[in-house]
Every structure is written in C-alpha cells, then in structure tokens.
C-alpha cells in the first residue's frame, strides 16, 4: 500500500481498481468482450477532505464509487480502509462496515422506499446497523432532521409528499443515521435546481465540518465541483488522466482533456482564454478503447507517441498528477 507523501491521515486508499462488465454475446463463436467500465484506477481519499471525480457521462466515476462500496464486484485491485482490503472482506465483515461507508445517490425518489414514512426509513438504517439502542431513536430521528434542516413533522411523511431538495435532506439524514465516516455523493445534487443545489452542498459542507466526514463527491458538473472539492480527479474512458487540488486544477490545468472540460465552463476563466481546447468527436467506445494513450483519437496535440504508448501518470507539480505525455510542453 503505497502512502501519500504528507502528514494527513489517508481514509481509503484505491489500488488499480478495474472493473469489467461483460458484454451479451450476439453469437457464441464471438470471443467474449468488455465494457472496461473502470480500467486500472489508483487514487486515495485523506481523513475529511472532498474528492470530486469529474469527466463526462460514461467515463466510469459511479462504476469508481459502486465498487468501492462493491454494490458491483470489481473485476480486480485493491481498496484499503482501516488497514484492511475491503474487496477481501466477507460478507458478514463488510456488513459490519456498511455503516462506516454511505451513499447519496442523484435520485432520491429511487433509493427511499416510497411505501416508508420518514420514521420508518430513518428507523430501519438505525437498526440494520444497530447504531442506536431502541428507546433513544426517536429522540435520534429528531436530531437527524434538526442537522438537514427538516421540521418534526417531516417523521410521519411518506417521499413523494417532499420537494427534490428536501427528499435529498432525507436522503442524507439516512446516511448521518448510522454515523458514517466517508459518503460517497454520486450526482447527489444534479437534479436539483441551481439555488436548491447551493444550499444542499453548503449544507454538506457544513455536516462535514461538523462530523469529520470524507466525501467522494461525483459529478458531471464542473461548477459544483468548484464549489465543493479540495481536491478534484479527472476520469476519460476509464482511466484517471489528473488528480489535483482544486485550485491548480482549474487555476493550472496540465492535461488537454481537462482544458477542455474547463473551456466548456460558463464562467469565464481568464488565463484559459489564450488555449481554449474544443473537442471534436464523440467519446470512443470503452469496449474497445484507443491503444496508447485513450484520449489521443480527440486531442488536438496528437503525436505518434500518444497512440502507442500509454502514458503514466506523473507527478508535475506538488500533489498534481497527470498522465500526458506532453503534459510539461502543452504549458
Ligand atoms: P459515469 O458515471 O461516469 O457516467 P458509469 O460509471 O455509469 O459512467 O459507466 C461507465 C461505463 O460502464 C459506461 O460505458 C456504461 O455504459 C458502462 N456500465 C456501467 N454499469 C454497467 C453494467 N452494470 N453493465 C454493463 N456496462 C455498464
Ligand atoms: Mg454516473
């Protein structure tokens, strides 16, 4: 287990983490195919900090998140947490975890049972992890929904009877239930509108000062994940091309997707201006991925070397990585 180079304590740590899903066969004497859905992902999360992973739909950022909480089994790597691998954990070991690592996902609708009421979500999470002895729930629920801001009342309601923003409330008062220390927030703020997403991510923000929580925070949106991260991941057709803080990533950003991605932003960014990147073509697909580096069928500095050999990632500046080849020369 490789550690990060400085003092803050690292929460998860992900190792060549690969997930591969099958594809149906249209004839049995096809050889067998891949959807490399995440392919030979490595990233760690530091004690209370937000990680945004970012790229566009299909780049494998919920596939990243499902198989840390192996909703899907990965295909292979590692993912430490307390020392220990987690893919390696029986089911009885890593039910006992469950608490531990959460989920919010980007419709509540889908994950709260729309027959439950309030009470009977919030109970139910309490007792499966059995976080809170049964004559203080109560009093447990009341103080869930004073945290995402929900009066008394929301207990005897059922999903539908709530606003987006208030079911996402719900949805995160089920996850503070059991106290977690990493929740892994998938979209959880995409459906919302844009006054609605600001408030239910300061009041992650301010959960997280409050509980010392870890968020791995996915997103398609590059203005929420401004707002949010500390530090930000890019993802491109299943792999990681640059992990940084956040102020380098969109103050100085090294590889030509993630310029890209940062010259679609409406907001202006001034030192981008002089090398906006504009993206031609489609995402390839991650059945049969480009040879070399999987980016070089869309960028614009393409050379020989990028569709031969697959670039690495580097370190290029203090905790900036990014896997270009010509990463140093595109400054
Ligand atoms: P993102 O969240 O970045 O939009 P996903 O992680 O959902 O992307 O998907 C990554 C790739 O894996 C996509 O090509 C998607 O179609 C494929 N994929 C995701 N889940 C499955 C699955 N259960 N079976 C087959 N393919 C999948
Ligand atoms: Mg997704």
Known sequence: MIQAATEKKVLLQVDHLKQYFPVKKDSTFKPKTYVKAVDDVSFHLFEGETLSI???SGCGKSTTGRAILRLDEPTDGKVYYSGKNILNLNKKEMGKLRGDLQVIFQ???ASLNPRQTVKQILNEAMAIQKVVEKSKRMDRMLELLGYVGLPPEALERHPH???GGQRQRI???RALAVNP???ICDEAVSALDVSIQA???NLLKNLQKQFQLTFLFISHDLSVVRHISDRVMVMYLGKVVEIAEKKALFGSPLHPYTKALLSSI???YPTLKKERVILKGDVPS????PRGCRFHTRCPFVTKKCKEEEPELRELGENHFVSCHFAEELV
């Open 107 to 109: 419709d509540p609708f």
């Open 161 to 163: 009877e709530f606003s």
């Open 171 to 173: 949805g995160i008062a």
């Open 54 to 56: 970012v790229g566009e």
């Open 286 to 289: 991650p059945i049969d991925p």
């Open 266 to 268: 409406p907001v202006p």
């Open 199 to 201: 408030q239910i991510l």
């Open 181 to 183: 220390k990493l929740i």
